[in-house]
Nanobody, 116 residues
């Protein structure tokens, strides 16, 4: 019954910003680590950012200083604020979450395209 739904992707010019959201729904007893991954065409999925329940974060070197991951535990939601976007940020972005202490779930992905 548990699922993650990501949203907020779209087309943006270089230097622009987007905020992605990913909300967990269903029977939720607890959510541990949450994060964002991305996959560009012809590339493997890579880590973008992660955040623990208490807010400890880590980022890929390629996005440090530009992206910020946050979460709202009351809403079972994780966010990714993306600033100073570059064409190389273009990818499908996937939410990830460890839910109910047992399973890891993935969102369906949301497309981010950075182009002038």
């Amino acid at each position: 019954q548990v699922q993650l739904v990501g949203s907020g992707g779209g087309l943006v010019q270089p230097g622009g910003s987007l905020r992605l959201s990913c909300a967990a729904s269903g029977i939720i007893f607890g959510i541990g680590d949450m994060g964002w991954y991305r996959q560009a065409p012809g590339k493997q999925r890579e880590l973008v950012a992660t955040i623990t329940f208490i807010g400890s974060t880590n980022y890929a070197d390629s996005v440090k200083g530009r992206f910020t991951v946050s979460r709202d535990n009351a809403k079972n939601t994780v966010y990714l604020q993306m600033n100073s976007l570059k064409p190389e940020d273009t990818a499908v972005y996937y939410c990830n979450a460890d839910i109910n202490g047992v399973h890891t779930y993935w969102g369906q992905g949301t497309q981010v395209t950075v182009s002038s």
